[in-house]
């Protein structure tokens, strides 16, 4: 079946460092693919998302790229501020769009 | 303001004891899910609803039920919960069911049960 796999969290970096948190995927088909952020004490909301292969999905100064060839969908973020501190979740949904199918989550913590 | 609710947010229960979380959406949205989301294994689909009295399971539906007789409406149902069904919980919405639509969620329900 369909899958998502996060980089082993959890990651804690100092103010205005890079970030990369590394997703890959499995699945039979073109799926479209997203980044959720859920903020401390609330539900998830969407970041950015990504439809075909080589579209670039950006938001807040993240950005992920949707690669077909490596099937994988990393966030970045050049300078990452203490507001960043979340848990991130990589997704996926296919064709039908009735389930997403969520990696484990890889919680950020960034210090100032 | 646009928003998907959920009550309670924060529940202890027992074994056995009927409860029910409410969801609701102001959205108009035709699609609405419920998830559950645990430690390690992010979040896993329970139950989903295409529109008013469509209802489907997810990947882990065992011990729950669902209802759609409203539109905005989407509880969730445990008849007789058990501890391995302490979790967190969401309800998500969605306008009509493309894979380019984002979910919207609630901001969770925390159920214990003992």
């Known amino acids: 079946g369909d899958s998502v796999t996060q980089m082993e969290g959890p990651v804690t970096l100092s103010e205005e460092a890079f970030l990369t948190i590394n997703c890959t995927y499995t699945?039979?088909?073109?799926?479209?693919l997203f980044w959720y952020v859920q903020y401390p004490g609330e539900g998830l909301q969407l970041l950015l998302k990504?439809?075909?292969?080589?579209d670039k999905g950006s938001n807040k100064g993240f950005e992920a790229t949707y690669r077909k060839e490596t099937t994988s969908f990393h966030l970045e973020k050049g300078s990452v501020q203490v507001s960043d501190s979340a848990v991130y979740f990589c997704?996926?949904?296919?064709?039908?769009?009735?389930?997403?199918?969520f990696g484990e989550g890889t919680q950020l913590t960034v210090n100032p | 303001e646009a928003q998907v609710t959920q009550n309670p947010r924060y529940l202890i229960t027992v074994t056995g004891k009927k409860l029910t979380v409410t969801c609701s959406q102001n959205?108009?949205?035709?699609?609405m899910s419920w998830y559950r989301q645990d430690p390690g294994l992010g979040l896993r689909q329970i139950y989903y609803?295409?529109?008013?009295?469509?209802?489907d399971k997810g990947d882990v539906p065992e011990g729950y039920k669902v209802s759609r007789k409203e539109k905005r409406n989407f509880p969730l149902i445990l008849e007789s919960p058990s501890p391995n069904q302490t979790s967190l919980y969401f309800c998500?919405?969605?306008?009509?069911?493309?894979?380019?639509?984002?979910?919207?969620f609630g901001p969770g329900t925390r159920l214990t049960v003992l």
């Open positions: 997704a996926l949904t296919m064709a039908s769009g009735s389930r997403l199918t």
């Open positions: 699945a039979t088909g073109y799926p479209s």
């Open positions: 990504a439809t075909k292969a080589d």
């Open positions: 959205m108009n949205h035709e699609y």
């Open positions: 609803s295409m529109n008013v009295e469509v209802t």
């Open positions: 998500a919405s969605q306008p009509i069911l493309t894979i380019y639509n984002e979910q919207f």
